[in-house]
């Protein structure tokens, strides 16, 4: 019970940002974008603690390292947890300004949350076992959307932020690959 703490953190820091967005808007419509923004920016950490997580034990073979990566799943269903947060509170955004048209259902937005409640439904040791080695491209498919989506270029401060910390992340994967492939030289499967 104790190594999921992680999905309950991602839960509470979802409900915290959820609240504060709430708490400090002057009118509803400005709360809710709050929320919305805050819930986002709330997962991202979430997001990085799993990506990185195995790159990290490969990289930095120490007892934490180890401990995270066996608890990946755990940080992983904590950011989903904060994320589809962020969906309900972006929903609510945009329902009350009247901002759903039909073609909104085609968005890379939806297609990211449909990727990550699959992962989310596939978070198993039965599933991995059902889908095989399709489990990993999944999974490994849908870590790398989201850090495109969070990594994306921006001009704010808080997106240029992101992007740096993507592109951190990005390169301790490589580094990973990188020291693996170097062990096992027939290895040459994508970080």
Known sequence: MLKRWPTGLGIVTGLIALSFGLLCGSMPDEKWQLAARWTGRA???LFIITFVASSLATLFPKPWTRRLLQRRRWWGLGFAACFFIHLFALCVYNWRIDNFPPTSLLSPGVLAYTLLLAMVLTSNATS???LGHRWKWLHRSGMWVFLLIFGRPGTSLVAIVYMLVSLAALSLRLAA???????HPRSLSAP
């Open 43 to 45: 997962s991202f950490p």
């Open 128 to 130: 991995q076992r059902v």
């Open 177 to 183: 690959w990188w020291k693996t492939r170097q062990k």
